[in-house]
C-alpha cells in the first residue's frame, strides 16, 4: 500500500503539512500550549486536574497514546461534555491538537477535548510519515495492519476516561479530518447507543451495517476541489503512491440518510460565499442531518492555517471556521431521553 520512490518530493511537502513530531513519551503531568515535550500520564485520574496531558494506556497488544485537554474551569465531580478528534493519515496527537483549534474551543466552552493517535502501517514500528504513517483501521479492509482494532481501542479508551474524569454520558462527541474523518463515521456506527452526535470532514463512510441502535445526528462537510476525496468520485493517487477509487461523496449522505431514517429532501439553512449548508430531518422529535459542501475547497479543514500546497491537496479556502460549526451542532445534540 505504502511506496515511495518518485513521490518522495510530495512526502516531503505533505510532512510539511502535518508536522510530525513523535516527541519524548515519558511519565509525568500537564503543561501548557504545546504539548510537544509533556511529559507521559499513565494515572488517568491525574487527568481531574485542568491541564492539557499526555498519556497512555494499553489496548489489546498495543500501548496507545493521546492528548487530553482537561478545561480551565473544570470542578470535580462536575459532568461535562466530551470531544474525540482523530488526526487523518500521516497525523498525530500532537499534530491534531496544535492544528484545529478544539483544545481552545475547550477551554473557552468547558468541555473535554481528546486527540488519540493512530498506528503506523507496520504497527510494531515507530511511526514515521514518510516511511510508516500513522493510520487508522476505518473499516476498510486496504487498511495495513489489520490485527490492529482502532474501534476496541476507542472504546477502552472512553471506559477508562469515564471511570477518572466526570463525562457528561449524553454529550459524548466524535470529529475528524480524512482517514480520522472515516473513523468517526466507524465509529458513530458502532457506538450509536453510546455517542451523542459526529461530524466527519473530508472522508467517505465505510460503514458496513444497515442499522443502528439509535440515529446519531450527523454534521457532514465536504468540499468540491478535493483531490484527495472527489467530490463526484474518482481514481485518487494517495501521497503514499496507492492509487484508490472513491465513490461520490453523496453515496455516504445517502447512506447515512438511510441508517438515520430521514427525509431525502434537504432544507436550505445557509448558501452565500461558496457555503451551502443543508439540513435533513430537523424535526425536534427526529434525528437531525447537516451536509455542508465548500466550493473550491481542497482537502483542507476550514478555518485553519495550513502549509499544505495545493499541488497535493488542492486550494485552501475560509469562508468560516469549521472547529465553532461543529461545536454548535454538538451543543445543539446531546442525547435526548424519551421525554426530551
Request: hydrophobic fraction near 40%; include cysteine; proline fraction near 9%.
Amino acid at each position: 500500500m505504502l511506496q515511495m520512490g518518485s513521490r518522495s518530493v510530495l512526502l516531503l511537502c505533505w510532512l510539511l503539512f502535518f508536522g510530525f513530531a513523535p516527541g519524548s513519551w515519558v511519565r509525568s503531568a500537564p503543561v501548557g500550549a504545546d504539548p510537544g515535550n509533556t511529559p507521559m500520564v499513565t494515572d488517568l485520574n491525574k487527568l481531574a486536574v485542568p491541564g492539557r496531558y499526555r498519556a497512555t494506556i494499553k489496548s489489546g497488544d498495543y500501548w496507545r497514546k493521546f492528548i487530553f485537554v482537561t478545561p480551565k474551569k473544570f470542578k470535580v465531580g462536575e459532568p461535562l461534555p466530551i470531544v474525540f478528534f482523530f488526526h487523518g493519515a500521516g497525523g498525530t496527537s500532537e499534530q491534531a491538537f496544535l492544528t484545529y483549534g478544539w483544545a481552545q474551543k475547550a477551554d473557552t466552552e468547558s468541555f473535554f477535548a481528546v486527540f488519540p493517535e493512530g498506528l503506523g502501517a507496520k504497527p510494531t514500528k515507530p511511526g514515521n510519515f514518510a516511511l510508516n504513517p500513522n493510520v487508522w483501521r476505518d473499516g476498510r479492509a486496504s487498511m495495513p495492519g489489520q490485527d490492529v482494532d482502532d474501534v476496541q481501542f476507542f472504546e477502552d479508551l472512553l471506559t477508562k476516561l469515564q471511570f477518572c474524569v466526570a463525562i457528561d454520558p449524553k454529550r459524548i462527541f466524535i470529529t475528524g479530518f480524512s482517514n480520522g474523518a472515516g473513523m468517526t463515521f466507524t465509529l458513530g456506527a458502532r457506538f450509536s447507543d453510546r455517542i451523542a452526535a459526529i461530524a466527519p470532514v473530508s472522508s467517505q463512510s465505510f460503514v458496513q451495517t444497515d442499522t443502528l441502535l439509535r440515529p446519531v445526528p450527523l454534521y457532514f462537510l465536504a468540499s468540491t476541489a478535493d483531490p484527495l476525496v472527489p467530490y463526484r468520485g474518482g481514481t485518487v493517487t494517495l501521497p503514499w503512491g496507492s492509487v484508490v477509487t472513491h465513490p461520490p461523496v453523496q453515496e455516504s449522505l445517502d447512506q447515512w440518510l438511510h441508517l438515520d431514517k430521514c427525509a431525502a429532501q434537504p432544507q436550505t439553512l445557509h448558501d452565500a460565499n461558496g457555503v451551502l449548508t443543508v439540513s435533513y430531518g430537523s424535526d425536534p422529535k427526529h434525528t437531525e442531518i447537516l451536509f455542508t459542501t465548500i466550493e473550491s475547497n481542497g482537502h483542507h479543514w476550514p478555518g485553519t492555517v495550513e502549509p499544505l500546497p495545493e499541488s497535493i491537496a488542492g486550494p485552501s479556502r475560509d469562508p468560516f471556521h469549521a472547529t465553532d460549526a461543529i461545536w454548535d451542532f454538538f451543543k445543539a445534540h446531546p442525547i435526548k431521553g424519551e421525554k426530551d
